[in-house]
């Protein structure tokens, strides 16, 4: 008997090994049971999964080592998500023990004990349908859609179905989301809710434990990871009927599952941007229809990918139109700020209309995606500009801090007091962040408090709920914000919303900007006017008349997204195609692309063998990245584009194997990007 072992680290292939000396007792299928392995030149042992049992090896007896331990007694995972870890390996192209490394909590992947912990088992356990008191629902009377909603997400239980739940940001989504679970619950079944940030949206999560007084297992990267395990211990063993997440709580196993909700499910944090490349809207898609599960997505501004399925029929859409409760569309005024005198990038007309809202007793935010006070710094005599020397891009000014920040690499120096080139002049700062921003409106508006939200001034929960709880008390103030602020908040007294500078996705390389633009716009727009007051949005542009802002202006998201549809058929772009990136790095100047090159010859040689002559996929590059260097690494890609996902994975299986057998593979660091969400 021969076992198949996945390795938990990041090496490609399983790995054949001889049962444990005192063998496997017979009533056992050891299938899915964690073991420790010896592994290349460790003289520790490496974690493994038994994969499969075969009655044969390809490797020579006298090679084969033996398992030193098993140590589960029952597979660490449902077999369901056994296949989910399998399909992840396919779809992503990563090693095997990679995609179980995503299952399972860090405690078993180096080989510790699957027993609750400590600390848990002086708790005592009931089982979770007696634990379950049936939850309170608030007192609020549901509109005939959020009616409509519920009743088909309840009649789908029990069967996989795909929902895209839409509806504009405070038209009640959540509130269908909180009644479907009710009737999830009381089927003694869980619910899982993927959320795409709960650090930056504490609000959300207090709306689930208010709603219910049942334990909700939470699993996001911000709690420790003792504590991670108790609640991943929770959802596993049907303790927990919620269980709340970010994107890597799509795998977290569950006894009874019932449904899944992805929140948001056009955020790009639900993309892993590090090690395995996984979508985890996607993953959980496949794991819903493993599962037998319906899934929710829920949005004000769906994904193309995901309005795309719906025309093809594969998703169910349910429309919430209105706003719930008493709430009004905001008005939307457009500026060209060429047009009028600009302050810091705040026209003149934005100017009094802060101020009007201010005197109204009414909060107003203004959004920039910009930190720091200023872009960059500059030499009016010689055209010097201080650029970041590990990567290609320059280096943001931070006034407070005196200091010049580079926002990918974090480095961080001092400014130099005259130009280092040609020593003319001091540098001048161009460009504004929200630092800059701040310091005008403070001195415009000195009797109002001016609350900042960004990654500079907020750098752990705690600053964050304090700035949060200073919003919430209504009181009339500026909120200054980047990205951080555009998710999931809900603030009552909020009027008024100035978009500033978005002029930058009209002209990225990134076919996708244009879709997340609409998206900002109409998620930052949302938080206007979200009660009784009527909200206005500011929007200040180079391009007014530009036909895409003009459709999402008069015409809405869907009209918006269905005109990027129109252009993505036309250019033959995703959705209509499907991509994969071959990511390519390397400290060495020309190693990336080298290794790219050879990945590209290679196919072309076997595009002449007759078995490739009916798959048909489309490679261009390898190109360099659009910031090519990056923490001190020179990157490059490969575009690997069908129409037909299968012909798309054929490909780059058969490529994959080249490289594995090539020493060019160790040339560079190299990775596959399955569905791509951005340009890098
Ligand atoms: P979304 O998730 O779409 O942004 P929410 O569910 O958060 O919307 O609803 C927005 C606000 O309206 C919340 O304060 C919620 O409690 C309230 N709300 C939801 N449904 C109704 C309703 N039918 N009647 C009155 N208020 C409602
Ligand atoms: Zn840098």
């Known amino acids: 008997m021969f076992l198949q072992i996945a390795i938990l680290s990041p090496v490609f292939g399983l790995f054949d090994y001889l049962p444990p000396k005192d063998g496997l007792s017979a009533d056992v ?88 912990p400590l600390r848990a088992g002086k708790k005592k356990h009931k089982d979770h349908s007696s634990t379950t008191v049936p939850t309170v629902s608030e007192a609020i ?48 079944k869980q619910a899982l809710i993927l959320v795409p940030e709960i650090a930056l949206t504490p609000q959300t999560l207090s709306r689930f434990e208010q709603r219910f007084s049942c334990t909700l297992a939470v699993l996001h990267s911000g709690v420790s990871e003792a504590t991670r395990f108790y609640h991943w211990k929770m959802a596993t063993e049907g303790l927990a009927p919620i269980v709340i997440g970010t994107r890597s709580a799509a795998f977290v196993p569950l006894k009874h599952p019932g449904l899944f909700v992805v929140d948001e499910e056009h955020d790009l944090s639900f993309k892993q941007q590090t090690g395995v490349r996984y979508h985890a809207r996607d993953v959980l898609l496949m794991r819903a229809s493993l599962e037998g599960c319906p899934i929710v997505l829920g949005s004000a501004t769906p994904s193309l990918e995901t309005l795309h399925n719906v025309k093809q029929g594969k998703y169910t859409p349910v429309t919430l139109p209105n ?68 990567c290609d891009a320059s280096l943001v000014y931070h006034h407070k801090k005196n200091c010049l920040k580079c926002h990918h690499c974090l480095s961080t120096t001092t400014p130099p007091t005259a130009c280092p080139k040609c020593q003319a002049t ?54 200054l914000g980047t990205q951080m602020i555009s998710k999931g908040h809900h603030f009552k007294n909020l009027t008024l919303v100035g978009i500033l500078d978005i002029d930058a996705a009209f002209y990225s390389a990134d076919f996708r900007s244009q879709e997340r633009l609409g998206q900002l716009i109409m998620q930052v727009g949302g938080r206007a006017g979200r009660e009784k007051h009527q909200g206005e949005i500011v929007l200040q542009t180079h391009f007014p008349e530009h036909p895409l802002l003009t459709t999402l202006l008069t015409s809405g998201y869907k009209a918006f997204a269905e005109a990027l549809l129109a252009e993505r058929m036309a250019m033959e772009l995703p959705p209509y195609t499907h991509q994969i990136l071959w990511q390519a790095e390397s400290k060495h100047a020309t190693r990336a692309n080298e290794l790219l090159t050879w990945i590209k010859n290679k196919s072309l040689s076997l595009m002449r ?71 890098l």
Not at 362 to 367: A, C, Y
Request: with cysteine; hydrophobic share 35%.
């Open 29 to 116: 299928l050891p299938i899915g049971l964690r073991v420790l392995v010896p592994f290349g030149q460790k003289s520790t042992a490496t974690t493994g999964v038994i994969i499969q049992i075969k009655d044969s090896s390809d490797c020579p007896l006298n090679k084969l080592k033996q398992i030193t331990a098993i140590l589960d007694t029952d597979p660490v995972l449902p077999s369901t998500l056994f296949h989910l870890s399998q399909w992840v390996c396919r779809y992503y192209h990563c090693p095997p023990g990679e995609a179980w490394n995503l299952f399972l909590p860090k405690r078993l992947r180096s080989g510790k004990t699957n027993a609750w």
């Open 141 to 188: 009377q549901l509109n005939e859609y959020q009616v409509s909603a519920i009743d088909r997400i309840r009649d789908s239980l029990g069967k996989f179905n795909t929902f895209l739940l839409e509806g504009i940001t405070g038209s009640g989504k959540t509130e269908v989301y909180l009644q479907a679970i009710e009737s999830v619950i009381k089927q003694g």
């Open 323 to 390: 706003r719930a409760g008493n709430a009004t569309a905001s008005r939307v005024t457009l500026i060209n700020p060429r047009n009028e005198k600009t302050v810091s990038g705040i026209s003149e007309t934005l100017r009094h209309k802060i101020s009007e809202h201010l005197a109204n007793h009414r909060q107003v935010l203004l959004f920039l995606n910009r930190r720091g006070y200023a872009a960059l710094l500059y030499c009016e005599s010689c055209g010097f500009k201080a650029r970041c020397k590990r």
């Open 426 to 479: 001091p540098l001048k700062p161009v460009g504004i962040g929200t630092e800059k921003i701040e310091k005008t409106v403070s001195e415009w508006f000195p009797e109002y408090a001016i609350v900042r939200i960004d990654r500079d001034v907020i750098q752990h929960p705690e600053a964050l709920q304090s700035a949060l709880s200073t919003i919430h008390t209504g009181v009339p103030l500026i909120i």
């Open 609 to 679: 063998q007759p078995e490739f002559n009916t798959r048909h996929v489309h490679i261009m590059g390898p190109v360099p990245a659009l910031m090519e260097k990056k923490i001190g690494y020179y990157r490059a890609q490969l575009v690997v584009q069908a129409s037909d996902r299968k012909d798309l994975h054929y490909w780059i299986d058969r490529l994959l194997a080249e490289l594995q057998a090539s020493p060019i593979r160790t040339s560079a660091r190299w990775v596959i990007n399955t569905d791509p969400q951005e340009v």
